[in-house]
């Protein structure tokens, strides 16, 4: 038996609080309009939280080097714990360079998923819709074309400028949700 996503009642509680998602929402596009207001400090910020993330794993890596000590697998464990550490260091050393590294694998990520999409949807041709998927990879396939282009000058500014997007979407999508689930 597949499990409902909501228990009964849970709408009711959900739309009493509608008013947070709103608030919520509208914070979150103060935020992104701040970000917007200064991409590089945005991006900067952006750096700092994934080299923050890049060093919890490290240290956690670390960690469970010794925790497998005994294991054929310790050098793997205590390298790769290492070599992440050091790269959450180095955001916080150089993060202008960290995000022209981070920008760069952007660029590739995005045109290696936009060509793959295109070609998933060039295959899907017979099917109904399949012009969207083309289209989608076609977008992602440019994008990361245009990132690359600009590469390594647009560092300063693309990943400040996705992190402002992302906070002004989610903050749109939140009071959506709450003016929505409200009625």
Same mark, same amino acid.
Request: glycine share 14%.
């Given at each position: =038996? /597949?499990? @409902?996503?909501?228990?009964?009642?849970?709408?009711?509680?959900?739309?009493?609080?509608?008013?947070?998602?709103?608030?919520?929402?509208?914070?979150?596009?103060? /935020?992104?309009?701040?970000?917007?207001? @200064?991409?590089?400090?945005?991006? !900067? &910020?952006?750096?700092?939280?994934?080299?923050?993330?890049?060093?919890?794993?490290?240290?956690? @890596?670390?960690?469970?080097?010794?925790?497998?000590?005994?294991?054929?697998?310790?050098?793997?464990?205590?390298? #790769?714990?290492?070599?992440?550490?050091? &790269?959450?260091?180095?955001?916080? !050393? @150089?993060?202008?360079?960290?995000?022209?590294?981070?920008?760069?694998?952007?660029?590739? &990520? *995005?045109?290696?998923?936009? &060509?793959?999409?295109?070609?998933?949807?060039?295959?899907? #041709?017979?099917?109904?819709?399949?012009?969207?998927?083309?289209?989608?990879?076609?977008?992602?396939?440019?994008?990361?074309?245009?990132?690359?282009?600009?590469?390594?000058?647009?560092? *300063?500014?693309?990943?400040?400028?996705?992190?402002?997007?992302? *906070?002004? =979407?989610?903050?749109?999508?939140?009071?959506?949700?709450?003016?929505?689930?409200?009625?």
């Amino acid at each position: =038996m /597949a499990a @409902n996503r909501f228990e009964a009642g849970d709408g009711e509680t959900v739309a009493g609080k509608w008013a947070w998602f709103v608030a919520l929402g509208v914070l979150l596009i103060m /935020a992104g309009g701040i970000a917007f207001g @200064n991409l590089l400090m945005a991006t !900067v &910020a952006s750096v700092y939280y994934v080299g923050v993330i890049m060093l919890i794993g490290g240290l956690l @890596n670390l960690g469970q080097a010794f925790r497998v000590k005994d294991w054929g697998g310790f050098i793997y464990w205590m390298l #790769s714990g290492a070599f992440y550490a050091a &790269a959450g260091l180095f955001t916080f !050393v @150089n993060p202008l360079l960290a995000s022209s590294v981070l920008t760069l694998l952007l660029a590739i &990520a *995005l045109i290696a998923a936009g &060509a793959f999409r295109v070609w998933v949807g060039y295959r899907l #041709s017979p099917l109904a819709g399949w012009g969207w998927v083309l289209i989608g990879g076609l977008i992602t396939l440019v994008t990361g074309l245009v990132i690359a282009a600009g590469w390594p000058i647009d560092s *300063l500014w693309i990943l400040g400028l996705l992190l402002s997007i992302d *906070l002004v =979407m989610q903050g749109l999508a939140l009071i959506a949700f709450g003016v929505l689930v409200k009625s």
